[in-house]
């Protein structure tokens, strides 16, 4: 039996030094942390005939019958302990003294000890586990590769289209919806106005019913999206088409320094009341207390997406009375995944419409227009500056793509190859 120490930066690497050097029928007998690394014990038996090193007895001497075969004890995941052929064959050799008794005594002692405890390798399992993975995520790339050219050969429209609306920031999945729902044999200039026309159709939008028949509005949104500067808009819209009289405005916010100062000073401004309370708690008495005001302006605390509070302080301003209504602000200037954020935690206020603030500032409007679509929320108004009360328009579908196809022109973008096969080379059966 040959017996012998390595010592490597990890399990990974220890085993892979047992395999090479000994073969698979290598027993693993210990193994325990050093510092900089592991060390590892391991065995092989071999027939005495070979001449292979007895430890201490010569090969035609001594004992003539050879060692058992150590059976295979590596298991990444699992257990091994000694063999009882191993544990007679060191009592035997510790009993006969040989020159290197110290030698013996200490293998003896090594497999007494082995005996009763199990080896476990939950490094190695780790390992494994991360070259599956890796291995998997290859393929799959591989494979989206190869499905990815076979559609650009067989149907360069549609590769072509997919290339643009990623370009224009649309969602993966929405672009490829629309793709699939195009006809076939078209060319690629039909494809793209058909591609457009279909967004549109998919984007919600509200009629003006805030400025002709008036309503209790709150305002719930992320914090600097622009909701009091899209409450003064509203406001002085109402004012010039109806006058100050039937209007209000409150604001709830009382978190932000001077946010219930600027909704006063708003109030002197237009020549309408205004009031300031602290918080949605609070909001139903005052509703009662205007219940004969046609058009009430509610200007609530901006908060974080993940803010803890975010849910109670929503539910009850949703429950707050039974004719507000909650319109969602949105800022177009944002990212698409925080868009997506902020509609999922803000759902407990249960909005009915949505407002798209910050055209001006934006680069992209694909990760807005596709939340909008997923969200299935109709858009209200849309406000493209800080001008009041100027900067703000009804929604328009249309106008909507026809502003991010402008503004994916301008800025120059280019849809990356190794992106689209990313993307679409896993549906690229479904687009063909």
Known sequence: MKIKHYRATDMRQALRLVRDEQGPDAVILSSRRINGGVEVVAAVDYDTHEG????????????????ARMPQAFEPSGTAAAPADTRAFVAS????????????????????RLAGARVEFPEAQSDVNEELRTLRRMLETQLATLAWNDLSRRAPVQTELLKQLTVLGLAHDLAAELVT????????????RLALALIARRIEVSDERWLDNGGVVAMVGPTGVGKTTLIAKLAARWVLRHGPRDVVLISTDSMRIGAQEQIHTLGRLLGVPAYAIDGPTELAALLDHL?????????????????PRIAAELETLANASARLETCLVLSAAAQAGAIEEAVERFAPAQPVLCTLTKLDEATSLGGSISTLIRARLP????CDGQRVPEDISPARAHQLVARAVELSKKAGANADEDLLRRR????????A
């Open 52 to 67: 292979v090193d007895t430890y201490g007895r010569e090969a035609d001497g001594g004992a003539q019958a050879a060692p």
């Open 291 to 307: 219940d004969g005001h046609r058009f009430v302006l509610v200007d609530t605390a901006g908060y974080s997406q993940r803010d």
């Open 181 to 192: 729902q195009l006809p076939a044999r078209l060319d690629l200039a039909e494809s793209q």
């Open 93 to 112: 050799q510790a009993a006969s003294r040989t020159p290197n008794a110290d030698r013996d005594a200490d293998f003896a002692a090594l497999a007494q």
């Open 379 to 382: 858009l209200a108004y849309v």
């Open 424 to 431: 679409f080379g896993g549906v690229a059966h479904a687009l």
